[in-house]
């Protein structure tokens, strides 16, 4: 195991917390790693993603169907591809309300996952990586040996940025805060209000919504869900942004959302403009077609 290790404490430090979690099946596990490792290309990034794969493989069990086991491998990618591009670390709670899924299921979808993951036993604390190089080797096809646990980055900030927005209409509303009156100053609320009306996930949702709508590489539309929101609920946005003493990342957010909807704009018009052309061009060739016809 030394001489797998090469020199880094990560892969010494995953390879123990998986065999202890193993249990009766410590021996197993251990003789897995050896085995896996042996068959490894050289250097220490290919036998960090070797074990990362192993934990990953044993997270599911054998004994599955492969109904059961395809279900599995679609929880793992989704949770585990939401946690390493959060901006922010999460608890299993607020994760789950995020995306819209019961907190026993992300709970039990982790559970075997010690070795790579951080899961404090209160669920209402933030969930966390143990090392970097776990979300790089999830986001890289070349190295992601799991083909099944391959995460799309862009498609997971869409999910997430629409799993903001969700969680943002379903509790902004104005007087976010329950302050009562109308015109109090943003210094004068205390902050207990803040964490008392305003959950976790939506302290998240609030601050980082645009940041995954960025990465996501998603266009805006009329009558979108973004457009919907924009629609509704943008001073209650920014007034909860208040509340929380960022009105200079809502700010930012707003300028991005304003880059955003001109790229969108200029990309609708030149399909637009394609479109036309190809058009003109299908009309003359069927033009000339017909004309030379008998």
Not at 128 to 143: I, M, P, T, V, W
Request: with cysteine; charged share 25%.
């Amino acid at each position: 195991m030394v001489q797998y290790a090469q020199g880094l404490f990560i892969w010494a430090t995953t390879a123990c917390k998986f065999i202890q979690d193993g249990k009766r099946f410590a021996e197993k596990r251990l003789q897995t790693l050896l085995d896996r490792n042996a068959s490894t290309g050289s250097g220490p990034e290919r036998h960090l993603d070797a074990i990362y794969t192993t934990v990953l493989r044993a997270s599911v069990p054998e004994t599955h169907s492969d109904e059961e086991r395809e279900e599995a491998y679609r929880y793992l990618r989704l949770i585990l591809g939401t946690i390493v591009i959060l901006f922010s670390a999460l608890s299993v709670e607020a994760l789950s309300k995020l995306l819209g899924l019961p907190s026993k299921d992300t709970s039990e979808t982790i559970a075997e996952l010690h070795s790579i993951l951080d899961i404090p036993d209160d669920p209402s604390h933030p969930l966390r990586l143990h090392h970097d190089s776990f979300r790089s080797s999830l986001l890289n096809e070349d190295r992601c040996k799991e083909r099944e646990m391959v995460v799309n980055e862009q498609q997971a900030h869409l999910r997430l940025a629409s799993g903001c927005l969700e969680v943002m209409s379903s509790v902004l509303k104005e007087n976010v805060c329950g302050q009562g009156v109308l015109g109090v100053l943003v210094s004068d609320v205390n902050i207990s209000y803040v964490q008392e009306y305003l959950t976790t996930e939506a302290q998240y949702a609030c601050l980082y919504w645009v940041g995954h709508l960025i990465r996501s590489g998603q266009q805006l539309f009329d009558d979108g869900n973004i457009h919907q929101f924009l629609r509704k609920h943008p001073l209650h946005w920014t007034e909860a942004m208040s509340c929380m003493r960022k009105t200079s990342e809502a700010i930012e957010a707003m300028a991005l959302l304003e880059c955003i909807t001109e790229v969108s704009r200029l990309n609708h018009a030149y399909d637009a403009s394609k479109d036309r052309k190809l058009t003109t061009v299908a009309g003359r060739r069927m033009s000339d077609h017909s004309r030379s016809r008998p």
